[in-house]
T-cell receptor
Framework: DAKTTQPTSMDCAEGRAANLPCNHS???????VYWYRQIHSQGPQYIIH???NNETNEMASLIITEDRKSSTLILPHATLRDTAVYYC??????????FGTGTSLTVIP | DVKVTQSSRYLVKRTGEKVFLECVQD?????MFWYRQDPGLGLRLIYF???????EKGDIPEGYSVSREKKERFSLILESASTNQTSMYLC??????????????FGPGTRLTVT
């Protein structure tokens, strides 16, 4: 079962930062936080993952709270192509992913 | 770039037919997966394979079987298609050391309709 809670939907203005929250209050010490997204009619795409420290790559930043009970995915300058469903997943490496239903992000022109 | 391809984007089959969904990856990944995606239910793992000729059941294997004769190819088989197997089917692959989690690369999906 999914161990995360995400808002069902969010809007963001084009060019602004999109901040997508995820609650994972029951996360254990060896579970990673992963983010994927799924653009309409495509397969999911890996974005980023982290354990304790904040992470950044060319797509996004991941901010994990100190107690690790929640995290935020940040898309620094959202574009229309970032409109997608975003999945937050917690998993131990080697264990199964549970994708849940994610957050539907709409970037508005 | 990693590429995972699926044999069809759209497929329509009749109840009782045997259905083959093919998936090919070109990155020499050891692990391959089949998921189905339904509205309100997210992605659910059907089967996965961590090596040639090896397979493991996921959460919903009933009504499905798989075949992995070559490292790059993973097939999902519906022995006798039923209407409740109408769904989007997604194939994915990953490197050996990440097995079921970590970075998985997905194909574009096959939307199967069983009538």
């Amino acid at each position: 079962d999914a161990k995360t809670t995400q808002p069902t939907s969010m809007d963001c203005a084009e060019g602004r930062a999109a901040n997508l929250p995820c609650n994972h209050s029951t996360i254990s010490g060896n579970e990673y936080v992963y983010w994927y997204r799924q653009i309409h009619s495509q397969g999911p795409q890996y974005i980023i993952h982290g354990l304790k420290n904040n992470e950044t790559n060319e797509m996004a930043s991941l901010i994990i709270t100190e107690d690790r009970k929640s995290s935020t995915l940040i898309l620094p300058h959202a574009t229309l192509r970032d409109t997608a469903v975003y999945y937050c997943i917690v998993a131990i490496t080697g264990n199964q992913f549970y994708f849940g239903t994610g957050t539907s992000l709409t970037v508005i022109p | 770039d990693v590429k995972v391809t699926q044999s069809s984007r759209y497929l329509v089959k009749r109840t009782g037919e045997k259905v083959f969904l093919e998936c090919v990856q070109d990155m020499d990944h050891e692990n391959m997966f089949w998921y189905r995606q339904d509205p309100g239910l997210g992605l659910r793992l059907i089967y996965f394979s961590y090596d040639v000729k090896m397979k493991e059941k996921g959460d919903i294997p009933e009504g499905y079987s798989v075949s992995r004769e070559k490292k790059e190819r993973f097939s999902l088989i519906l022995e006798s298609a039923s209407t409740n197997q109408t769904s989007m089917y997604l194939c994915a692959s990953s490197r050996a050391e990440v097995l079921l989690s970590g970075e998985q690369y997905f194909g574009p999906g096959t939307r199967l309709t069983v009538t």
